[in-house]
């Protein structure tokens, strides 16, 4: 791999790229920058190279459909061609680079309008962790002069809910920062609920930041609206036929310093949690706002 893409590995795995459509735009230019770097004319070594790459994307989030799902769509193009020079190859390549780009502003353009829309004034939303698109949401409705409040969970162990807590307040939207298990306390005072999503399986489950699961539990029992930012790119396929999507497990020293390790004490960190298709109201996508039970149909 070459230094670029071996940087961006490492950068989405210690989580200085997050959020699955800012790493999928991150892996697809690291496999772009590492056809780019390719030297030499055999296509078996140059395939090769960018399947080494693509492994080493992916398995840097284990829980990211949709990194996974526009790498393979670049492999399989190469693949395809079976007669064509490796000058062509990285034609093709930094060709459907741009495509996806283009592909992905798109359909965010689309959540973003969509999920805008679901936003009244006077309202208070609760949102947690950072994603890219919820804040897109937000700062759309804002924009469109909409008067409302956003309440955002911390989000341990790293904290990403403080990214968009800063964003949103930095844009002018009143915002507090809120404690994970102040979730509870205060979702009762909300009108909605938006979060992101890592990936949608079939069942219509949403896989999202630990922490999300329980947060639609709270926003079921009050009776309040849960919605999901995903694009159908996030939706994992393979779950069409029964595969389990991994639930990536982080190192246990993001949640304790190691000199508060003590004997005997276990730590477990897992990155994502499940929320099952009857708390989420509705998947906000870029085909519109659907019921979970219809991802799969559209996907
Ligand atoms: C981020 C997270 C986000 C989704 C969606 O987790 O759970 O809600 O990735 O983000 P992490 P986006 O910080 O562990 O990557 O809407 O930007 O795709």
Not at 67 to 80: D, F, G, M, P, S
Request: aromatic share 8%; charged share 20%.
């Amino acid at each position: 791999m070459n230094k670029k893409a071996q940087r961006i590995v490492r950068d989405i795995k210690m989580l200085r790229i997050q959020g699955a459509r800012t790493i999928a735009k991150a892996a697809v230019d690291a496999l772009a920058s590492e056809s780019d770097s390719f030297t030499g004319n055999s296509r078996d070594a140059y395939l090769s190279a960018l399947l080494v790459t693509a492994d080493a994307l992916a398995a840097a989030r284990p829980t990211e459909p949709m990194l996974r799902n526009y790498l393979r769509y670049v492999i399989n193009y190469v693949q395809r061609d079976k007669d064509a020079p490796v000058s062509e190859l990285k034609q093709l390549v930094s060709s459907l680079q741009k495509g996806i780009y283009k592909d992905m502003e798109r359909s965010k353009a689309e959540i973003v309008k969509y999920g805008a829309a679901l936003i009244s004034n006077g309202s208070t939303y609760l949102t947690h962790c950072h994603s890219s698109t919820v804040v897109g949401i937000f700062t759309k409705a804002y924009d469109e002069g909409k008067d409302f409040a956003v309440i955002a969970c911390e989000t341990r162990p790293l904290y990403q809910g403080v990214k968009t807590a800063r964003e949103l307040a930095s844009y002018g939207i009143p915002t507090t920062l809120i404690v994970d298990s102040a979730a509870y306390s205060h979702i009762r005072h909300c009108h909605a609920v938006f979060v992101g999503a890592d990936a949608v399986i079939a069942s219509g489950n949403l896989i999202n930041k630990v922490g999300t699961a329980g947060i639609a539990h709270f926003a079921h029992s009050f009776e309040i609206p849960f919605y999901s930012a995903a694009e159908l790119h996030k939706f994992d396929h393979l779950t069409r036929w029964g595969m389990p999507v991994p639930i990536e497990q982080r190192s246990p020293d993001e949640v304790l310093r190691e000199s508060h390790k003590t004997k005997n004490l276990s730590i477990a960190n897992p990155a994502f949690d499940v929320t099952p298709a009857d708390h989420v109201t509705a998947y906000i996508t870029e085909k519109g706002i659907i019921p979970p039970q219809s991802i799969m149909l559209l996907a």
